[in-house]
């Protein structure tokens, strides 16, 4: 049997999934955690790879391995190769006003047309500018600018700083692939190239950037004193692409995840632009492209309201299917901890239209998932008014195995819904670059649906949402 693995490397954790070359199935697998915030020190993600890589039984027999990486994470590496400062994660808002800054500077159709992106806090040059601004020591010691599956698969070939590695500081050998640089804001996903003007313009200066590798194209094989079979590395991915991948997502797919985060993500065959910013033109790790939005508050908003109500998710999906659709006019804007779509970084949340009669659990448990599911279908909206078709929904992440989810997702998208059996997918797309940097071709692995709600479209919950959304607004 020929084995290959796939890594996560997310916000909250490191998960790493061993799988049969031939049939896809799961072997074994491992998992460490990350530490809390949005600013970390990489480190603790290389000790939490090599933790969750002893947990799945190590490397020694495992023919290719690649990595998925929470996108737009600032890896700062100075000459040396050390980490300048904590890296800056994508839900790290301090740079929202470097955002600002730069389409101020550019334009944001300009920016729209050179990368497919309008700057918002999450993106990476947005938190270069940031650094420029408010610490410019550090900002003249970077050298080289990585993100968090790029410094990684960087670590596993060996590389790092001198006293850790066998190898060295070698900055030219930092490498990327095409999703995880469309998230810089500083690359194209229609040339294929940098813009080094916007890197500058972030940064204050030029730096080295990883070279950008092909859906199949290896950087190299794992350092013999990592793994003494020296595996073949894949390039590697971000996140949303690589739980594409995993999915087997194709042209006419949306993709709906729901974890700390929320993202909605189509599959094209030519890149999308949006001069608003609300949807990031990035692209796929299979060669085609991935416009997506992203929100920053999705199964959270279930765990404040479990919390609050006193009862686990199963009892609060049990409360939400004994309400009825629009909750009593019990309405939720669920914008937490800020929002990025719409781009809103210092909002809260809005729970209105509350009466003595409509103040009840079960209005209150139902009201979370339509606020959380409406915001994610008009991200969903806002992807389809840019030309891209939709002929199903997939919805993934812990939340999509919520029955009260599944119901109110039937209602509130106007495509046929499905739930993929629960799955680790961005390191099942990890897993299938490895497979496809060493056999040359991409391995069609089955993934097995759980349910089919069949259709329900109640578009009055749409309606009172937009009604409310306008008049937080407002």
């Given at each position: 049997m020929t084995l290959v693995a796939g890594v996560d490397s997310s916000t909250q954790s490191c998960k790493v999934v061993i799988r049969d070359l031939e049939t896809g199935a799961v072997v074994r697998s491992g998992r460490a955690t990350h530490p809390d915030g949005t600013s970390v020190d990489p480190r603790h993600w290389w000790d939490a790879l090599l933790a969750a890589i002893a947990d799945a039984g190590g490397l020694d027999d495992v023919a290719a391995i690649s990595v998925g990486g929470q996108q737009h994470g600032?890896?700062?590496?100075?000459?040396?190769?050390?980490?300048?400062?904590?890296?800056?994660?994508?839900?790290?808002?301090?740079?929202?006003?470097?955002?600002?800054?730069?389409?101020?500077e550019f334009g944001a159709e300009e920016l729209a047309s050179r990368t497919g992106l309008v700057p918002v806090a999450s993106f990476t040059s947005t938190k270069?500018?940031?650094?420029?601004?408010?610490?410019?020591?550090?900002?003249?010691?970077?050298?080289?600018?990585?993100l968090p599956h790029d410094w990684l698969t960087w670590r596993l070939r060996g590389y790092g700083p001198a006293v850790e590695s066998p190898l060295g500081p070698d900055l030219e050998a930092l490498t990327t692939d095409r999703s995880d640089a469309s998230g810089t804001g500083y690359w194209s996903p229609t040339t294929g190239e940098y813009d080094r003007d916007l890197l500058s313009a972030a940064l204050g200066h030029d730096a080295v950037l990883p070279r950008v590798l092909g859906p199949a194209e290896s950087p190299g094989v794992v350092h013999s004193s990592l793994a003494a079979s020296s595996p073949t590395l894949g390039p590697g991915a971000g996140d949303n692409a690589a739980a594409g991948l995993g999915l087997g997502a194709a042209a006419g797919d949306v993709v709906v995840s729901i974890g700390t985060s929320g993202t909605v993500f189509a599959v094209t065959p030519s890149p999308v632009r949006d001069v608003t910013g609300t949807v990031a033109g990035f692209a796929s790790a299979s060669g085609d492209f991935l416009p997506l939005?992203?929100?920053?508050?999705?199964?959270?908003?279930?765990?404040?309201f479990a919390r609050v109500l006193g009862v686990d998710h199963h009892e609060?999906?049990?409360?939400?299917?004994?309400?009825?659709?629009?909750?009593?006019?019990?309405?939720?804007?669920?914008?937490?901890?800020?929002?990025?779509?719409?781009?809103?970084?210092?909002?809260?949340?809005?729970?209105?239209?509350?009466?003595?009669?409509?103040?009840?659990?079960?209005?209150?448990?139902?009201?979370?998932?339509?606020?959380?599911?409406?915001?994610?279908?008009?991200?969903?909206?806002a992807?389809?008014?840019?030309?891209?078709?939709?002929?199903?929904?997939?919805?993934?992440?812990?939340?999509?195995?919520?029955?009260?989810?599944?119901?109110?997702a039937s209602q509130v998208f106007d495509v046929p819904v499905e739930i993929?059996?629960?799955?680790?997918?961005?390191?099942?797309?990890?897993?299938?670059?490895?497979?496809?940097?060493?056999?040359?071709?991409?391995?069609?692995?089955?993934?097995?649906?759980?349910?089919?709600?069949?259709?329900?479209?109640?578009?009055?919950?749409?309606?009172?949402?937009?009604?409310?959304?306008?008049?937080?607004?407002?």
């Open positions: 600032m890896v700062a590496l100075s000459s040396a190769g050390e980490v300048v400062r904590d890296a800056l994660l994508w839900n790290d808002t301090r740079s929202a006003g470097a955002a600002a800054d730069l389409i101020r270069l500018r940031w650094l420029r601004d408010n610490e410019p020591d550090n900002a003249m010691r970077v050298a080289a600018v990585a939005i992203a929100t920053l508050n999705a199964a959270r908003i279930l765990d404040a609060l999906s049990r409360l939400a299917l004994d309400a009825e659709p629009g909750a009593g006019g019990s309405l939720l804007v669920p914008y937490f901890e800020g929002e990025r779509t719409p781009n809103l970084p210092h909002a809260t949340a809005s729970l209105t239209g509350l009466t003595l009669a409509s103040m009840t659990r079960e209005n209150l448990a139902r009201a979370a998932v339509e606020g959380m599911l409406c915001a994610l279908a008009d991200g969903m909206d992807i389809l008014r840019l030309g891209v078709e939709a002929k199903r929904v997939l919805i993934v992440g812990g939340a999509a195995q919520s029955p009260a989810v599944a119901l109110v993929p059996e629960p799955g680790e997918y961005v390191a099942a797309g990890a897993a299938v670059q490895a497979a496809w940097a060493l056999t040359g071709s991409r391995p069609q692995w089955p993934v097995t649906t759980v349910a089919s709600p069949a259709p329900d479209p109640t578009p009055s919950i749409r309606h009172a949402y937009a009604k409310a959304r306008a008049a937080y607004g407002a």
